[in-house]
């Protein structure tokens, strides 16, 4: 059915930078906010960002605010995350995620929340910060 798709993950040093991108078939792109999360060894899956299905609304995880920047090209069906300025506590498995609350009206919601109601989880891909 419908499994987003994520790729662009890799491995590179401290201070890089890598770009995810998410495509998600049989969705209507624009009707679904989406996001990303990642789980280290041995942690629970946090999340990382989320965008609205306008693109008018974001969030970030505290911990890369600043670094990482969530975008959505609705006509190319495709959602990225631009990371820069990586550090070694950002090596984990990246998770693209679809139908999530994340608009303006969520901005109370802790990210376990927006977690629990995640409606299809992509699966994966690795990125991995040496330092």
């Known amino acids: 059915q419908i499994q987003p798709v994520e790729s662009g993950g890799g491995s590179v040093q401290a201070g890089g930078s890598l770009r995810l991108s998410c495509t998600a078939s049989g969705l209507t792109f624009d009707d679904v906010n989406m996001g990303w999360f990642r789980q280290a060894p041995g942690k629970e899956r946090e999340g990382v960002s989320c965008?609205?299905?306008?693109?008018?609304?974001?969030y970030y995880a505290d911990n890369v605010k600043g670094r990482f920047t969530i975008s959505r090209d609705n006509a190319k069906n495709t959602l990225y995350l631009q990371m820069s300025s990586l550090k070694p506590e950002d090596t984990a498995m990246y998770y693209c995620?679809?139908?999530?609350?994340?608009?303006?009206?969520?901005?109370?919601?802790?990210?376990?929340?927006?977690?629990?109601?995640?409606?299809?989880w992509g699966q994966g891909t690795q990125v991995t910060v040496s330092s």
């Open positions: 995620a679809a139908g999530l609350p994340c608009t303006s009206r969520s901005a109370a919601l802790l990210w376990s929340e927006r977690r629990s109601k995640v409606g299809y």
């Open positions: 965008i609205s299905w306008s693109g008018g609304t974001t």
